[in-house]
Every structure is written in C-alpha cells, then in structure tokens.
C-alpha cells in the first residue's frame, strides 16, 4: 500500500460560519475545494502533470522522544512547524500535512505555478534547514542542541481529492509522493536530497 499524504480537518464544516471561520477552512483546504465543501458539493479531483513535492522529518526523532517528555516533544514541533509554515506562505508551497515529525508541501498542484514550481519548493526546503539550525529541542537546556532535519524534493505528475464525506481529508496520490518520501529518507542530516528529475528541472 503506497504512502498516502492527507490533509485531517478535526471538525464537520459549520453551516453558519463567520470570517474567522471561513479563514480557517481556507488554510486547511486549497480554496476551490473548500468553496465546493462550503456549499455542499462533491470537488473534482485536482491533477497535475509535472508538479514539485516536498518531505522533511526530524533526524533522531525517535530517540528525543525517548529523552525528553511527550508535552516537550509537541512543543518541540509546534515551534518548529511555525516557522514552517511561515516560510510556505513566503514561498507559496501549499502545506499538505504534518505527519508525526514529517512535513509535507507541494508545488504547482492546487494553483498554476509552472514556470518555478521546482525553484520555490527548493528555496522553501533550503530556508526550513535553516529553521530548523536555529530551533531548539528544548528552550530551557542547550545542551539539546538544535533540530536537525532530512529533506527530500522530487517532481512528477499528481492526482489530489477529498477522499470521504465526515472528517473530509484531503489526499495527494501518485509514485510521485512515494519517491519524494524515499528521497527524504535517504538524504543525510540537514542536506537536500534532490531527484535527477527535480535536479532537471531546476
């Protein structure tokens, strides 16, 4: 069974909805898909013939959690997912999921970005090696050190969709998304593991 990268909205979508709200659903969602989800709609599955993802996770990620508390762990993650998460509004990487210590963008896939779809995600994945240098594992003890993260970048085509109707998620499929994720897991410590095909395009 392929890896399945997934977007979890915790709560049913609202029938009255204010700004605040509405805000909400449109980060966790990209907007076509949370207009036809507003309204009651079935959306279409989104494709893409070339587009760019992104992987990264924590190195070592198993054994801080066993040195450090559950709480501390989250906190660990929220910090660093801020700064993530920033940085993919700076470059426009649409945010897929935090998976556990893995977080997962992609390029060119919900929005017309073909002409750097491959650049932005590269610069995207550059700037969060950097996030996470200057993130501490924990706040109140140095000798933690800082995050050290792998990252993985690979291109090619993608299908996306709300797969289910309570819970509404919504998945990205395709070889494309088990490659970037070996690209990942075989990258070295805060290094960029780029595909020939990402390497290419680039």
Same mark, same amino acid.
């Given at each position: 069974?392929?890896?399945?990268?997934?977007?979890?909205?915790?709560?049913?979508?609202?029938?009255?909805?204010?700004?605040?709200?509405?805000?909400?659903?449109?980060?966790?969602?990209?907007?076509?898909?949370?207009?036809?989800?507003?309204?009651?709609?079935?959306?279409?599955?989104?494709?893409?013939?070339?587009?760019?993802?992104?992987?990264?996770? !924590?190195?070592?990620?198993?054994?801080?959690?066993?040195?450090?508390?559950? =709480? &501390?762990? $989250? +906190?660990?993650?929220? *910090?660093?997912?801020?700064?993530?998460?920033?940085?993919?509004?700076?470059?426009?990487?649409?945010?897929?999921?935090? !998976?556990?210590?893995?977080?997962?963008?992609?390029?060119?896939?919900?929005? =017309? &970005?073909? $002409? +750097?779809?491959?650049? *932005?995600?590269?610069?995207?994945?550059?700037?969060?090696?950097?996030?996470?240098?200057?993130?501490?594992?924990?706040?109140?003890?140095?000798?933690?050190?800082?995050?050290?993260?792998?990252?993985?970048?690979?291109?090619?085509?993608?299908?996306? *969709?709300?797969?289910?109707?309570?819970?509404?998620?919504?998945?990205?499929?395709?070889?494309?998304?088990?490659?970037?994720?070996?690209?990942?897991?075989?990258?070295?410590?805060?290094?960029?593991?780029?595909?020939?095909?990402?390497?290419?395009?680039?």
């Amino acid at each position: 069974v392929e890896p399945v990268a997934q977007i979890k909205l915790g709560h049913r979508i609202p029938k009255k909805r204010n700004s605040n709200e509405q805000d909400l659903i449109h980060q966790v969602f990209p907007k076509h898909i949370a207009k036809a989800l507003l309204e009651g709609r079935k959306a279409e599955p989104d494709r893409a013939e070339m587009a760019t993802m992104f992987f990264s996770d !924590i190195v070592g990620f198993t054994t801080i959690s066993s040195k450090i508390s559950p =709480d &501390q762990v $989250s +906190d660990m993650l929220d *910090r660093l997912y801020i700064k993530f998460d920033a940085l993919s509004v700076k470059h426009d990487v649409f945010k897929i999921e935090t !998976i556990g210590d893995a977080y997962v963008g992609v390029c060119n896939l919900v929005k =017309d &970005q073909g $002409s +750097d779809h491959a650049k *932005r995600v590269a610069e995207f994945a550059s700037d969060t090696i950097e996030a996470a240098a200057d993130t501490p594992i924990l706040c109140d003890d140095p000798s933690m050190g800082t995050v050290r993260i792998r990252v993985g970048v690979h291109c090619g085509p993608l299908v996306a *969709r709300v797969v289910g109707t309570r819970n509404p998620r919504y998945c990205v499929f395709g070889d494309t998304v088990n490659t970037a994720a070996r690209m990942e897991s075989n990258s070295l410590p805060m290094k960029i593991h780029c595909s020939d095909r990402a390497a290419q395009i680039l």
